[in-house]
């Protein structure tokens, strides 16, 4: 059966990138995580002392020094900027606030699109992010949108805080996944919206093992269309 090439988007905390690494692993594909990308340029400017919004200027002058890599380390899914491990480094609060900002620079995404575009050249991906589907791969031939309601994707991102022995509000988290909607949905450049050919599955009422069953059923059915 061919490969087909896979795109995922949807809002912050919709369980993209979970369900995106268990399908691709089910299936034999390669997942990559363009979220882990923004996140790593974001890194970079932390790490060197620049303030991403107030001097946006720099940050563009240094992007041919950020080489961001995704890796699988035995079956691990890694990420290296400039040959250095920041796969847990990119998960820190910092990193996610960083992020958002880094993705409204035109010139960063006209990078890390271009990169994710080569990366995808061969087919056999499943790749998650905001802009997958409308800008990245709008040729693929599958496009999901995978969401959920405000407040289940809340729940959810608690109870893996809690799961991790961290400490946590809920409120808070609530509030921080309005606001990531709000920055993602509106920003100019590339704004987080449903491609016109893309399958809505809307997973605030489904299990995590429902939504990777019916991602695959999609995936599955798609390559013997295009046998
Ligand atoms: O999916 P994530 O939380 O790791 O994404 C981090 C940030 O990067 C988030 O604010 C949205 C942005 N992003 C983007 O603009 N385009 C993508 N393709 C992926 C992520």
Do not use: H, W
């Not at 340029?41 to 961001?68: H, S, T």
């Not at 400039?82 to 958002?100: F, K, Y």
């Not at 509106?186 to 987080?192: A, D, G, I, K, Y």
């Amino acid at each position: 059966m061919k490969k087909i090439s896979v795109a995922i988007d949807g809002p912050a905390g919709a369980g993209k990138s979970s369900v995106a690494k268990t399908a691709a692993s089910v299936l034999g594909y390669v997942y990559i995580d363009t979220g882990a990308m923004y996140r790593s340029v974001a890194v970079y400017a932390i790490e060197n002392g620049i303030d991403i919004a107030g001097e946006r200027q720099r940050l563009i002058k240094c992007l041919g020094d950020i080489d961001i890599s995704l890796r699988n380390d035995g079956g691990r899914q890694t990420v290296y900027l400039n040959d250095v491990d920041v796969t847990e480094r990119i998960r820190t609060a910092d990193a996610s606030m960083g992020a958002s900002a880094v993705a409204v620079i035109p010139e960063v995404r006209e990078k890390l699109v271009s990169e994710q575009k080569a990366m995808a050249r061969d087919g056999g991906v499943i790749m998650d992010g905001r802009d997958i589907g409308t800008s990245v791969l709008p040729g693929a031939e599958l496009k999901i949108y995978l969401t959920a309601s405000v407040a289940e994707r809340a729940k959810r991102r608690y109870n893996e805080n809690i799961e991790r022995g961290m400490e946590c509000d809920y409120d808070e988290i609530e509030r921080d996944v309005r606001k990531r909607d709000e920055n993602d949905m509106t920003r100019e450049v590339s704004p987080l919206r449903k491609a016109d050919d893309a399958v809505l599955l809307d997973t605030s009422d489904m299990t995590f093992d429902e939504v990777v069953g019916a991602v695959t059923d999609m995936i599955r059915e798609r390559e013997a269309d295009v046998l």
